[in-house]
């Protein structure tokens, strides 16, 4: 008794006709039908690039050597980034040391 009877789905068409308009609706179905196939095409691409990603990873895991000991340019890296840190420290104790022009300004004013 409670099922969806046809003159409930006439009803529901004469609603939407109403709301949305006759020159409209094609326009909509059509926006409609692209975005699903849009939709269908991503979630192809993407169940296609899990399996490519699984593959990818077995190759390049069995082809990566084993490191054992920091290469040099990472001891290089970690020395210019202990140089830049030591110049902002420097920098940002000049600031502090050296008041703002504003607060120059109203030194001046009184």
Do not use: C, Y
């Not at 939709?39 to 054992?68: C, H, N, R, S």
């Not at 001891?75 to 902002?88: F, G, I, P, S, T």
Request: net charge neutral; proline share 6%.
């Amino acid at each position: 008794m409670n099922a969806l009877q046809p003159w409930h789905i006439i009803i529901l068409v004469l609603v939407v006709v109403l709301l949305f308009g006759a020159k409209r609706l094609p326009d909509a179905a059509r926006s409609i039908g692209k975005s699903m196939k849009i939709f269908k095409a991503e979630t192809k691409d993407m169940a296609g690039d899990k399996d490519k990603a699984a593959e990818t990873e077995e190759v390049e895991t069995k082809q990566l050597p084993q490191a054992t000991t920091p290469a040099p340019a990472a001891n290089a890296a970690d020395k210019q980034v202990a140089d830049l840190q030591r110049q902002l420290d420097e920098l940002k104790k000049q600031q502090a040391a050296t008041p703002a022009p504003a607060e120059q300004a109203q030194k001046n004013a009184s």
